[in-house]
């Protein structure tokens, strides 16, 4: 395979939305999800997300059980997976926890848009900085480049438009998605997969594997993608 095995996870509300319309990365996963997605972390070699995530949530992608990251340790693996952020213009603040908390090794993926002197301000505090592509990143290369640095399984941890990207691509081999007791509503609010969209005529159909029903009212819902 040309490219790592792709999971992606996504929590959304009972409404579909994976944010309120404020867009700061409201909490939506219940304790016991929250563990599960740790130990998907656990399982990765990396954890993706887009360029707006990486601003606007500003996450730390860490693994956050002790005995999880223990478990990697013994197992000959570092104490997290590599975190890779999916930034065309590079836009990623100098304090931010994507690059502050680890330890763990950080991959930036970017364009030939993105400025020379930025590159190298990252590339000397320690950040891999991968190009791919021109406008947006060329995601089945980015992959192919993740593969190649001997990255073989991706965890996807949104948002929408690098979801969306990714699955109209037939780059995703599976698909968690735990729905939450919880309405949001707004339209602006953002959903699993943005982007343009696609016609009915040419939905990416999905195959359940696998359902839990949680007695926090949560539904995780287990999905392979038909390639
Ligand atoms: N509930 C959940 O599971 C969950 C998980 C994650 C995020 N979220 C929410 O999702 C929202 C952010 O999602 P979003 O859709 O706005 O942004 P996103 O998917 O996080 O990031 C999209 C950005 O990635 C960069 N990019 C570069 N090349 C790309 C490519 N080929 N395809 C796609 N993206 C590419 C672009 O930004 P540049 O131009 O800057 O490069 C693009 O605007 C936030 O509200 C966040 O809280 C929810």
């Known amino acids: 395979m040309e490219r790592p095995y792709v999971v992606m996870n996504v929590a959304a509300t009972a409404d579909g939305k994976t944010d309120t319309s404020e867009r700061r990365g409201a909490p939506i996963s219940s304790p016991r999800d929250k563990a599960r997605v740790d130990r998907l972390r656990a399982e990765a070699d990396a954890v993706m997300v887009g360029g707006r995530t990486l601003s606007g949530d500003d996450p730390k992608l860490t693994v956050k059980s002790e005995s999880l990251r223990a478990e990697r340790v013994a197992r000959g693996l570092s104490e997290n997976p590599a975190k890779v952020g999916v930034t065309s213009r590079l836009d990623v603040r100098p304090e931010s926890q994507f690059l502050a908390a680890g330890p ?19 590339r000397a505090r320690g950040v891999e900085v991968l190009v791919a592509g021109e406008m947006r990143v060329d995601l089945p290369d980015a992959l192919a480049q993740l593969k190649a640095l001997g990255i073989q399984r991706v965890l996807v941890e949104g948002g929408g438009t690098l979801n969306f990207a990714l699955l109209r691509l037939g780059l995703v081999d599976e698909l968690h998605v735990f729905i939450a007791p919880l309405i949001f509503g707004g339209e602006s609010a953002p959903t699993l997969a943005a982007g343009v969209g696609l016609a009915r005529v040419d939905a990416l159909s999905l ?15 287990h999905y392979a993608l038909s390639q």
């Open 104 to 122: 763990a090794r950080i991959i930036l993926i970017t364009t030939t848009r993105a400025d020379q002197k930025q590159i190298g301000a990252l």
């Open 207 to 221: 195959q359940r594997t696998g359902v839990d029903v949680w007695d926090d009212g949560g539904v995780l819902i």
